[in-house]
């Protein structure tokens, strides 16, 4: 038995004359793994202890129960090391970032970036030292959060990185980049956003925002709100933050039409050393509703069917068109709530019938497949 255990492994060495202390390697998948295996004066597996080294110990996790009981039900030492092997080919396939854990030298560069990048740059590190999350700052006191997934070989290889930005991260992440150029280079890219972020956070902060409920730095797309049941969907370009950006005015057709009209009347004024909100107060000849003039409570944002504002993802987006209803409904109620009604027809994905509040005929109009 223990020329073949020496034969299959060379590495892994008796420490004592009774031979009850292992101490060495394995070899699995041309990968060497520390381990030491006590065994009791009767040399019986069932009571032996197995001490490995952290990475092993990192890929058997979750696996310990395995490891156990092939240890109590192995016949001998060879048999054991055997099925260990067994078992850690398995886990390396079916986790092939496991399959290559980086050198030393990789933690003392890693720790060398960080001094020079500078340890207060750093919001976390995973427990392997893979992911790093690095802060920045743009110039306008905003913060930002840079992720790193390093390579086992950093920096030889290229590293992959992300972050919370309305365009794809556009820089050259080449191999041999440290920390610091990778941060260097991320506030480069933060500065040419500024003039995106600045426009969006004055429409943030004078204007109520019905839609994203939360914005990130990478959402575009503001619902504004005008008046009651009235709101207006712009989409600005990052590119060219300042230029007219996609609007889409949404509302009773009898409200939202006078202000498509000025819309369309007074596109040329717009100025693009103005801000966007500036623009469209100008372009709409409205004064938008804010935090400082007015509650969020004022507006009739409740669906009249459900009394809630959000559905899921949706928020109410059919209205009621007579002046003196204009209810708010989400699009799912009122087509499930006009199709339960025996006065209403259908027509293709179209249903028609009347307002459950002022019985004013209403449509909507549903995806095909809902119909």
């Known amino acids: 038995m223990e020329k073949s255990l020496v034969n299959d492994n060379p590495l892994l060495l008796p ?4 031979q009850t202390i292992y101490d060495g390697f394995i070899t699995v998948q041309e990968r060497d793994f520390r381990m030491r295996i006590v065994l009791p004066p009767d040399r019986q597996l069932k009571e032996a202890k197995l001490h490995c080294c952290w990475q092993l110990k990192h890929l058997l996790r979750g696996y310990e129960h395995i490891v156990k009981q092939r240890l109590q039900q192995s016949a001998d030492l060879v048999g054991f090391i055997l099925e260990l092997k067994t078992v850690l080919e398995v886990v390396l396939k079916s986790h092939p970032e496991c399959r290559s854990i980086p050198p030393p030298q990789y933690y003392s560069q890693l720790i060398s970036e960080m001094e020079t990048l500078g340890w207060d740059k750093l919001l976390f590190i995973d427990t392997e030292f893979r992911m790093l999350r690095l802060k920045a700052e743009d110039s306008a006191g905003r913060q930002h ?14 590293p992959e990185c992300s972050a919370d930005l309305p365009v794809p991260l556009a820089i050259n992440w080449t191999a041999q980049s440290t920390l610091e150029q ?29 839609e994203p409920e939360k914005p990130c730095r990478s959402d575009t797309t503001r619902r504004i709100a005008i008046g009651n049941n009235v709101s207006i969907k712009v989409e600005v370009d990052p590119s060219h933050p300042k230029m007219l950006p996609e ?5 009773a057709e009898h409200v939202v039409t006078p202000l498509r009209n000025k819309l369309n009347a007074n596109m040329h004024l717009w100025n693009p050393d103005s801000s966007v ?10 004064e938008f509703p804010s935090p400082a003039t007015h509650e969020k409570s004022s507006f009739n944002l409740e669906c009249g ?11 109410p987006d059919q209205v009621c068109n007579d002046p003196r209803c ?31 509040y002022c019985s004013k005929p209403i449509t909507v109009k549903m995806a095909a497949q809902k119909s």
């Open 15 to 18: 420490l004592n004359k009774q």
């Open 182 to 210: 990778l941060h260097s280079q991320f506030l480069l890219v933060l500065e040419s956003l500024t003039e995106f972020w600045d426009v969006l956070d004055e429409i943030d902060s004078k204007t109520w925002i019905l």
């Open 247 to 251: 609007c889409c005015l949404l509302g």
């Open 326 to 356: 204009g209810q708010p409904f989400h699009q799912t109620c009122l087509y499930e709530w006009l199709r339960a009604l025996h006065s209403s027809r259908q027509s293709f994905n179209i249903v028609f019938g009347e307002c459950p």
């Open 305 to 315: 069917i459900c009394y809630s504002y959000r559905l899921e993802a949706a928020i």
């Open 145 to 158: 959060i840079l992720t790193v997934k390093l390579k086992s070989k950093h920096p030889a290889e290229a």
């Open 277 to 286: 909100l500036h623009n469209l107060r100008d372009v709409l000849e409205i």
